[in-house]
């Protein structure tokens, strides 16, 4: 069973240190990273980052499984409802 949630946030962090957090929590909470895509109890990402594009080797924003999610495509529509 897996739960999902999308939360809308404002943050004066940078994006990369905004990952680095996300680890920091996942790692808090047992996460382990044993194999790239592997099960995972927790998993923190950072869908978008504003309108901010970025393509490093770790960090690549908006997330490249954007496209490919329609429960982030459908929630991000419900939140972006919310903000107007």
Do not use: C, K
């Not at 004066?12 to 995972?40: C, F, Y």
């Not at 990402?45 to 495509?73: K, N, T």
């Amino acid at each position: 069973m897996y739960l999902n949630q999308m939360v809308l946030l404002e943050t004066t962090m940078a994006p990369r240190d905004l990952m680095h957090a996300g680890q920091a929590i996942e790692e808090a909470n047992g996460r382990v990273r044993l194999a790239h895509w592997g099960s995972r109890t927790l998993d923190i990402d950072i869908v978008r980052y504003g309108d901010l594009s970025l393509a490093e080797p770790d960090l690549v924003l908006p997330h490249p499984g954007l496209a490919l999610r329609e429960f982030w495509r459908r929630e991000i529509a419900e939140l972006e409802s919310h903000e107007r």
